[in-house]
C-alpha cells in the first residue's frame, strides 16, 4: 500500500463516494466463485475490504483465476510469481488485467493497476471480476465452475435477415421519427420577411 496521508477537503469527499459503491455482499459472492473456480486450496480472506484487497493485492489469485477459466495448456499466464517484490506484484495484475481483456472482458470494465493495489476503488476492482464472470457464463465452454445464476449472460448476437422485396417496401415507409406529413398544409404563410398583420 502506498505512503499516503489522509485526504482532505474535495479530495476527502471523492474518495468517500468511491468508497461507498463498495459492496460488502458482492465481495463473499466473489470470493466464494474465486475460490471455487480456481479449485485450489486458496485460504479465504477475512471479510471487509482491506482484506479482499489484501487477498488480491499480490497478483496472484488473479492470475490463477484467468488461467482456471482456460483449458489445461492454454493458460494466458504461464509463470505465476510468489513474489513479494511490490513492481512484480503490480506486473502480475497488468498481466491478469491484459488476459481479462483478450479473454472478452470489455475495457471500460477493467479497473487500473493503482485501483486494487493502493486501495483506491475496490468497486472498481469488484466490477471487473463480475464482468470476468458474466463472460465465462456466457462462453459456456466447459471451463467455468459455480453456479451459473452468479452472474449475468451477455446478451448474443441476433442477426436479422431480409429480402430485398422487404428491404425494397421498407424504402416507401415514412418512420414515425421523421414525423407526419398527415394535416400539413401552408395555408395562411406569407412571404418571407413581410410583416405580420394584426387585425
Known sequence: MANRGPSYGLSREVQEKIEQKYDADLENKLVDWIILQCAEDIEHPPPGRAQFQKWLMDGTVLCKLINSLYPPGQEPIPKISESKMAFKQMEQISQFLKAAEIYGVR?????????????????????????????????????????????????????????????????????????????????????????????
Open 107 to 199: 475495457t471500460t470494465d477493467i479497473f487500473q493497476t493503482v485501483d486494487l493495489w493502493e486501495g483506491k476503488d475496490m468497486a472498481a476492482v469488484q466490477r471487473t471480476l463480475m464482468a470476468l464472470g458474466s463472460v465465462a457464463v456466457t462462453k459456456d465452454d466447459g471451463c467455468y465452475r459455480g453456479e451459473p445464476s452468479w452472474f449475468h449472460r451477455k446478451a448474443q448476437q441476433n442477426r436479422r435477415g431480409f429480402s430485398e422485396e422487404q428491404l425494397r417496401q421498407g424504402q416507401n415507409v415514412i418512420g414515425l421519427q421523421m414525423g407526419s406529413n398527415k394535416g400539413a398544409s401552408q395555408a395562411g404563410m406569407t412571404g418571407y420577411g413581410t410583416p405580420r398583420q394584426i387585425l
